[in-house]
């Protein structure tokens, strides 16, 4: 029987040390020294949730020490109506430097710091973007308070945070005096970076709009002045100088200015993408966005519910894979421009995932959730600025080669007979007032034919560039030379011109198509027939008469393919 009870004896003492926890040690105090260097403060911090958000200070600091549990950083909590708790010890050894409890985070809707003075009294701290400025602690873009001004002591200090409706995960840091100046102008340098490009890019889009009559530079210009004013308010820059007594609006503006700056993003896409060139739904799809996303917000401003900021998220992550989709889809289709709209948004897309998932509790808050959005639109506006920029010059360019097409011959490039007759009725407006005379020649490819029939349209066709060339080689810079018609050119010489000149340079140009060239099959010649026309002074003249006067050079140099060997003639002009 004795041998039977020492074997339970042992078994009820092992149940009763599995069932029996030991009692949990509170987290070690935080050591502040004299030295500046970074203070880690999460592994002196413990977490409350508050569930009703109405335990005083006093409630919560008669807490068990099981109430408390340790920090685990990056975890995500939910807070809605209720509150967080934070507690930590510290005991700062000496009294430089000072040091500071800090919360890098701009949209913090509310925090309060508590700890007892030397004669146990309660001090209170406070800050978030629903209080004033005025109001608090530190006035500043986000939550700063001063720690205890007690040496060698360990002080207890409990931080309620509030947040509703997103997800709290951002820990709090303790730094130095030296450590906070430099974080606050390492942030304002940015800022003012980012600010100062966004201005810029605003100016420069208007000033394109208006010189270059573009929608696009202008729904950019207005899509940047949105995002820019959104990130004002969301990095606590808008409340701290433009509504620093309203506090109410900081909420309000951020997450409607938010919606406005993706609609005109949408608006601007489908501007230089126009997706109805490849989908009509895809582009219905784009404007009905454009149209609920501010359309929502005003909704979430007058019925701020929880199924309504799932609902603004939903509308946002739409709007983001529309954008992916046209843009795919145009570059599927192989539109060069929307390269640069791709590029551009790529950073911006990515980057506003973090505070998409850091608000449905998936990520945590950190550097990258409050300035990527900040970082990747910097990137963006001067991609996009180019690509806008390119996409017009590129227009414009296509334009003035279609506009210089209808004075231009496509194949030689050169004059159209309606500039040659411009230039005629000028020559003769001039002749007739001033007395000044002109020449025109009228030049026949005479063997192109041949040229055609034994080596084919290709040869041909570079006969009839060289030709030009020729051509363009004998005349001056103020002379004009045409093309007028099927292998026939022009060469219309300003005045003062004589016969002996005119017929020097019929002499030098039926030389130089003779010339031989390896630019043609067996270095065939150029064979050449030219008119020569003269008005002379005391000559008719007649500004009417430049089309008949044409139309007399071009049967002349026509007829002069009777088998004669002059291969240039006088004739009346």
């Known amino acids: 029987m004795a041998a039977l009870i020492h074997p339970m004896l042992a078994l009820l003492a092992l149940l009763a040390a599995l069932l029996v926890q030991p009692a949990r040690a509170e987290a070690p105090p935080l050591v502040l020294d004299g030295n500046n260097s970074p203070a880690l403060l999460e592994h002196s911090l413990e977490v409350l949730r508050d569930r009703t958000g109405q335990l005083s200070i006093e409630q919560i600091e008669q807490q068990p020490a099981a109430g408390f549990t340790p920090v685990i950083p990056g975890k995500s909590y939910t807070i809605d109506n209720g509150a967080l708790w934070l507690r930590f010890d510290a005991n700062i050894k000496s009294a430089a430097p000072h040091w500071r409890l800090t919360i890098p985070m701009p949209t913090l809707d509310d925090a309060t710091l508590y700890y007892r003075d030397q004669d146990g009294l309660w001090v209170r701290q406070q800050a978030g973007d629903t209080r004033t400025i005025s109001s608090r602690a530190q006035a500043g873009r986000y939550p700063v308070f001063d720690l205890s001004p007690e040496t060698g002591k360990t002080v207890r200090y409990y931080l309620q945070i509030r947040h509703v409706r997103v997800p709290y995960s951002m820990l709090p840091r303790i730094v130095s005096d030296a450590q906070f100046v430099e974080s606050r102008q390492n942030e304002h340098m940015l800022l003012g970076i980012y600010f100062g490009l966004a201005a810029l890019a605003v100016l420069l889009s ?126 599927f289709e192989g539109d060069r421009d929307t390269r640069w709209v791709a590029l551009g948004f790529s950073p911006l897309l990515l980057a506003t995932l973090l505070p998409l998932l850091r608000n449905l509790g998936v990520a945590s808050s950190g550097f990258w959730t409050e300035y990527g959005r900040i970082i990747a639109s910097a990137i963006e506006v001067p991609i996009l600025f180019y690509g806008l920029h390119r996409r017009v010059s590129q227009s414009r360019n296509i334009s003035s080669r279609t506009t210089a097409l209808r004075h231009a011959d496509p194949l030689t490039g050169l004059h159209t007979s309606s500039v040659l007759l411009r230039k005629m009725r000028q020559s003769l407006a001039t002749a007739e007032r001033y007395q000044l005379p002109f020449a025109l020649l009228m030049v026949n490819l005479a063997n192109l034919g041949s040229l055609q029939k034994q080596h084919g349209r290709e040869t041909a066709d570079r006969a009839m560039v060289m030709a030009a060339a020729r051509i363009r080689g004998v005349a001056q810079a103020s002379d004009t030379v045409a093309r007028v018609g099927d292998t026939q050119f022009a060469l219309m010489m300003e005045g003062p011109v004589s016969v002996e000149a005119a017929n020097d340079v019929a002499t030098k140009l039926l030389a130089s198509g003779l010339r031989s060239s390896n630019q043609l099959p067996g270095a065939e010649p150029l064979v050449f027939h030219i008119a020569v026309g003269h008005i002379g002074k005391g000559a008719d003249v007649a500004v009417t008469q430049a089309e008949a006067r044409l139309a007399r050079m071009l049967q002349a140099v026509r007829t002069m393919d009777d088998g004669s060997r002059k291969a240039i003639r006088q004739v009346k002009f």
């Open 206 to 331: 208007l000033g394109n709009a208006l010189a270059y009559r573009d929608a696009a530079f202008g729904i950019f210009a207005l899509y940047v002045a949105m995002f820019a004013s959104a990130q004002a308010t969301y990095t606590g820059l808008a409340g701290l100088y433009v509504w620093p007594e309203w506090p109410q609006l900081n909420n309000a503006f951020g997450l409607l200015l938010l919606l406005l700056a993706s609609a005109t993003g949408l608006w601007f896409a489908r501007t230089v993408i126009v997706p109805r060139r490849y989908s009509r739904a895809l582009d219905v799809l784009m404007l009905t966005l454009m149209l609920l996303l501010p359309l929502a917000g005003l909704l979430d401003l007058a019925f701020s519910t929880p199924l309504s900021f799932l609902l603004l998220h939903l509308l946002i992550s739409m709007g983001m894979a529309a954008l992916v989709l046209g843009v795919g889809l145009a570059l």
